[in-house]
């Protein structure tokens, strides 16, 4: 017979509750710190009780917590099924914590982190928190977003420095709390901003330590390694080495302080921490014991002292880890769950005195500071301490003309005819060490400025589409972010790497290096900038993504004008390979399907196939033998959806397309398919900006050359007004005066653009035109999905997440 569904969710488990019951008692002393208030006839208000005893099946529970709704079905199978598997194994993992049973720990050692971080989500809090991070959260989706992040601090929890205090030795024993799993930051006191409900200080923050009463005796603590070693000469607030949610790593599970047993005044002073973060409940054993503030009590920077372990215990943690494999692979893992020495070699040298404001900016980014990171929180910023998504870029553009000799004289032709596996190899070694796998991604991008309007393109990269969707649009957009084309054998099986089977990677090598030669002006300026993939640094990030593509796409249909393109670009690459065949298996092909043809006939063929390949750029001028095993791998790198939204949210961006599919869903799967486009109020801009013909020059070396003069900068200084008024608006009210406004900007933008592309003249002999039209969407809520805004807060590091304000799809005609 079915059960009915629970209704009364417990967020603070039972059998935990009973752990602080001392002596032979069976209930606890519990303390409504706001306890209801009755307001009687003549106005006087009466306060509840304040403190009572309770058994602990009545205490720390709220009706229908976890519980969702279909129609009028109750459905309860959050707290059944998954708080149920969680509780079972921490129940057994928080004992053997307690009663230091070695074997067990190692056991369960991961188990008890995917409790305690369970724990810190579950309650009443926990769960505010994560509805303040998203909007217009329904309760299926706050329990879903729950369950995606309810693993996200075991990571940086697994490297730090833990140790078990005791409390058997004192009078005052630990209480328990409405919110368990206890953040403290001594430069963060509870009246602070970053302490203001529902939000504790970062785990990510150095200074901040985690603390988890076990039992009325034991209490865990949690310090990231870098405090517990310095505790007096680290910046608090800022972030710890290789700070990542989620994420690999490798820990002793033997590796425990428990030499410090506290004095009735150490544990007052942790309740009094534990109560200070306290939402509203309380409970302890005695009653006294929920008053720590009637004793004594130092400021709040005196409880770090309490928190802090023992310096002579701290070698249990740190260090390096070697490992071998029967394979004979190995890993190498430093102290902070870094797994090369890329922070060595890619770390900037000091600057010596201060930056003047004339000066490049510190972030890389090819600005000067005055336009750049001055007064900009450093928080806020791109690290200034290792080399940048820029730099990095230039620094493998110059590899790899290393490489291939064109430093020192070689032709493109030169290239084409040489191209070796060896110096495919050597190419993709220089890229994956400038990108290796414990990159820190999230700290080289940067964040929204409005200063720039920056975009990011979302299709197709190839050097044959390039100048069409990304350069000829430089001189309207300040910036765009790319994909990198290159992939990094970081990832990749041996038998398909490009630093293990270089072969098969030569011919889209070159399509890239080719990239790389157009851009390279563009990226120098500071205009492109080509991302990596992120999740080519973590594992569970690509997981997550892919897992949230796959589930978009389970019933997607292409449209057949995006299959033309990439039609045509397979074709186009086929026929290369073809062409690239050695003569005598040409002779055979051309015999087997046209056997019509004479000898003489075949040869006419072979010499005119062989010509085409000789005026084709992309095209190898060396034999590529027809075969499995000398097959060419042909990659072609674009953002998803999910990269797209968490890489614009992330930087500030907006995103455009020129694709059918990616405009659909970017409508279809974010918050814009509950958007009605017919009442909008933008729908005056939108007609505007669609009327507008942009001039495009195709040709990127005349294309940059009139971007660096500065050019048809008011259509540029439009799109940054438009952006930033959309996102600063939000989903609120909009006047239509200040449409209205936009639209006249974009009037005379329009105008502008004719007139000064008339000043141009005529285009000269490398010049190609075309043009432009934009479709502007703008949904009242923006572009987001709870999926993407859950990346952003855990892999992205996001402490703020805006909304996409708006989003362009693109068209592109030959100009008349």
Not at 42 to 59: E, L, N, Q
Not at 311 to 337: C, V
Not at 377 to 388: A, G, I, Q, T
Request: with cysteine; proline share 6%.
């Amino acid at each position: 017979m079915n059960q009915p569904p629970t209704s009364q969710n417990h967020y603070v488990p039972i059998w935990y509750q009973k752990g602080f019951i001392v002596g032979p008692r069976t209930s606890l002393y519990f303390l409504d710190l706001d306890p209801p208030k009755t307001v009687l006839p003549d106005g006087r208000v009466i306060a509840g009780r304040a403190v009572s005893p309770r058994a602990p099946k009545s205490c720390f529970w709220s009706e229908d917590l976890y519980t969702t709704k279909f129609g009028s079905t109750l459905n309860d199978e959050v707290e059944r099924y998954l708080f149920g598997a969680i509780d079972n194994y921490g129940a057994s993992a928080v004992r053997a914590f307690a009663s230091n049973d070695l074997a067990m720990i190692h056991k369960l050692f991961q188990r008890f982190f995917e409790y305690l971080d369970a724990q810190k989500l579950r309650t009443p809090k926990g769960l505010d928190w994560i509805k303040s991070k998203y909007p217009n959260l329904t309760q299926l989706g706050l329990m879903l977003e729950m369950q995606g992040l309810r693993q996200m601090h075991c990571t940086m929890w697994y490297e730090s420095v833990r140790e078990i205090v005791s409390a058997k030795q004192s009078d005052v024993k630990f209480i328990v709390t409405d919110h368990p799993v206890t953040v403290y930051n001594a430069a963060c006191p509870p009246a602070s901003l970053t302490c203001q409900y529902p939000d504790d200080p970062s785990i990510e923050f150095k200074g901040t330590q985690t603390i988890f009463v076990l039992d009325a005796d034991h209490c865990l603590i949690l310090s990231n390694l870098e405090y517990a070693k310095n505790p007096t000469n680290v910046d608090l607030k800022a972030s710890r080495t290789n700070a990542r949610y989620y994420g690999q790593s490798i820990a002793r599970t033997d590796a425990f302080v428990r030499s410090r047993k506290l004095s009735s005044e150490e544990v007052n002073s942790i309740n009094h921490l534990l109560k200070a973060r306290a939402t509203r409940y309380i409970a302890a054993s005695e009653k006294d014991w929920l008053y720590p503030e009637r004793l004594p009590l130092g400021t709040w920077e005196a409880i770090g002292k309490t928190l802090l372990p023992p310096s002579d215990e701290l070698w249990h943690f740190g260090g390096e880890i070697y490992i071998g494999y029967k394979d004979g692979t190995t890993h190498y893992q430093d102290e902070f769950g870094r797994t090369s020495g890329a922070h060595n070699y890619l770390r900037k040298k000091k600057r010596a005195g201060a930056i003047g404001r004339k000066d490049p900016c510190g972030c890389g980014s090819g600005r000067k500071f005055k336009n750049c990171c001055e007064g900009v929180p450093e928080e806020n910023r791109s690290s200034w301490d290792v080399y940048s998504i820029r730099e990095r870029n230039l620094m493998f553009i110059n590899a790899v003309m290393n490489i291939l000799g064109m430093n020192t004289g070689k032709t493109w032709d030169d290239v084409r005819r040489g191209l070796s596996d060896d110096q495919v190899k050597q190419i993709h070694e220089a890229f994956e060490s400038l990108w290796p796998k414990d990159t820190n991604i999230v700290e080289l991008l940067p964040r929204l400025d409005e200063r720039v309007f920056r975009t990011l393109y979302l299709g197709v990269v190839d050097p044959r589409t390039i100048t069409v969707n990304v350069t000829s649009w430089l001189v309207y957009f300040d910036e765009i972010y790319i994909p990198n084309p290159f992939v990094n054998a970081a990832g990749i099986k041996p038998e398909f790497s490009p630093t293990h089977s270089p072969g098969q990677y030569k011919s889209q090598t070159l399509k890239n290096v080719l990239l790389l030669m157009m851009l390279e002006p563009f990226i120098d300026a500071g205009l492109i900038h080509m991302i990596p993939d992120p999740t080519d640094f973590n594992d569970d990030f690509r997981r997550a993504a892919w897992g949230m593509a796959k589930e978009r796409t389970a019933n997607m249909k292409v449209d057949d004008k995006d299959m033309k393109r990439f039609r045509e670009l397979f074709k186009d690459d086929f026929n290369r390979g073809t062409r690239g065949f050695p003569a005598e298996s040409l002779r055979s092909l051309i015999r087997r399907s046209s056997p019509e043809l004479s000898p003489e006939q075949i040869e006419l063929v072979i010499t005119h196939l062989k010509e085409e390949q000789a005026n084709d750029p992309l095209a190898l001028l060396q034999p590529i033998e027809p075969g499995e095993d000398r097959a060419q791998l042909q990659v072609i790198k674009g953002f998803n959806l999910e990269l797209a939204l968490f890489l614009a949210q992330f930087t500030g961006s907006v995103v455009y397309t020129d694709e059918t599919l990616h405009w659909q869903h970017l409508h279809a799967h974010t918050g814009a398919a509950n958007q009605p486009k017919a009442l909008s109020v933008w729908s005056p801009l939108v007609e505007r900006v669609q009327a507008v013909s942009f001039t495009l020059e195709a040709n990127p070396q005349p294309g940059f050359q009139l971007r660096m003069t500065g050019k048809l900068d008011d259509i540029r200084r439009t799109f940054r007004r438009v952006s930033n008024f959309v996102r600063a608006n939000g989903n609120r009210s909009v006047s239509k005066k200040a449409v209205k406004d936009l639209v006249g900007e974009f009037r005379r933008a329009k105008k502008n653009i004719r007139r000064e592309w008339q000043a141009l003249g005529s285009p000269g002999a490398l010049s190609a035109r075309l043009q432009g039209y934009v479709e502007l969407s703008i949904p009242e809520s923006g572009f987001e999905r709870n999926t993407v805004r859950r990346l952003l807060l855990t892999y992205g590091r996001a402490k703020h997440v805006h909304a996409m304000p708006m989003a362009m799809f693109i068209k592109v005609e030959t100009a008349s």
